[in-house]
């Protein structure tokens, strides 16, 4: 299977989701249309069995802004991020970020 790609695109949907994280975990992707990095990462976490929210920083910056406030990671794209109960169990950037590390803290 593969992931089921969900557009993030609100600042309600992230309240959303951030309360959704309390039941289940959330995938955040913040992604760069003009980045080739982006763009190789974004192919490589859609491995992951989950739903991936993605926020795509050049036409939401205010959710992406949000997202640095309410987990408190400075913004980096690419940057993934697993939350759960509100808070980011998994975040990495650039490289770092890791598709079965995403996996194993969607299914812990």
Request: proline share 3%; hydrophobic share 40%.
């Amino acid at each position: 299977m593969s992931a089921s790609i969900t557009p993030l695109n609100s600042l309600e949907g992230l309240d959303a989701l951030m309360k959704a994280s309390h039941q289940r975990p959330i995938i955040l992707f913040k992604h760069s249309i003009s980045c080739g990095i982006s763009a190789h990462l974004f192919e490589e976490i859609k491995a992951v069995d989950a739903e991936i929210n993605v926020v795509v920083v050049q036409h939401d910056r205010d959710v992406s802004n949000a997202i640095e406030e309410q987990t408190g990671h400075r913004h980096q794209s690419p940057q993934a991020f697993v939350i759960k109960d509100g808070k980011a169990v998994y975040q990495a950037s650039h490289y770092g970020i890791d598709a079965e590390a995403i996996d194993k803290h969607v299914k812990s």
